[in-house]
C-alpha cells in the first residue's frame, strides 16, 4: 500500500482534471490560429487564379490533412476543378504586367492589420479602419498613397 489517503488521490486526480482542461483550452487557440493563418495564407496564394478567393472556401472548403496543414497540392487539384465548374470565378488577365499575386501579398502586408493591440503606424496616418470579424482592414483615406 502507497499510504496515500483517499483525500490526496481525489486532490491529484482534481488537479490533474484542471490541467488537462488548461491544455485543451490551449490547443483550442493554437487550432483557432493556424484556421486564420490558413485562411490567409490560402487567400494570398489563390488571388494568382480566382477574381474572389472567398468563392473557392464557400464552394470547396479548406483542404487540409489530420494535422490541420493545407494540402497544396490538393489546392492546385482543385482550382482546377473549380475553374473548369465555374470559369466566371477566373482572376483576370494582368494588366501592365503586374502580377496579381504580389498585388494580394502586399494588400495583406499594407492593409490588413490584427484588430487586437495598439494603434498601428497605418492607423496612425490617418487612414479609416472597418471591423471585419478579428481582422481589421484598413482603408486608405483620400490622398493616401498604397
Not at 32 to 46: A, G, H, P
Request: charged residues 30%; negative net charge.
Amino acid at each position: 500500500m502507497s499510504g496515500r489517503t483517499d483525500e490526496s488521490l481525489a486532490a491529484e486526480a482534481a488537479r490533474r482534471r484542471r490541467e488537462l482542461r488548461e491544455e485543451q483550452d490551449r490547443h483550442a487557440v493554437t487550432r483557432d490560429v493556424l484556421t486564420v493563418t490558413n485562411r490567409l495564407l490560402l487567400t494570398v496564394y489563390l488571388r494568382e487564379r480566382l477574381a474572389d478567393p472567398a468563392d473557392f472556401l464557400m464552394v470547396v472548403g479548406m483542404p487540409v490533412d489530420d494535422r490541420g496543414a493545407i494540402v497544396w497540392e490538393r489546392v492546385d487539384v482543385l482550382v482546377d476543378e473549380l475553374l473548369r465548374a465555374r470559369p466566371h470565378f477566373a482572376a483576370p488577365e494582368p494588366v501592365d504586367g503586374r502580377v496579381r499575386s504580389l498585388g494580394a501579398l502586399q494588400w495583406f502586408t499594407e492593409r490588413t492589420v490584427r484588430a487586437t493591440g495598439p494603434a498601428t503606424a497605418t492607423e496612425a496616418r490617418g487612414q479609416r479602419t472597418s471591423d471585419q470579424g478579428s481582422v481589421r482592414h484598413v482603408e486608405s483615406t483620400p490622398g493616401d498613397s498604397p
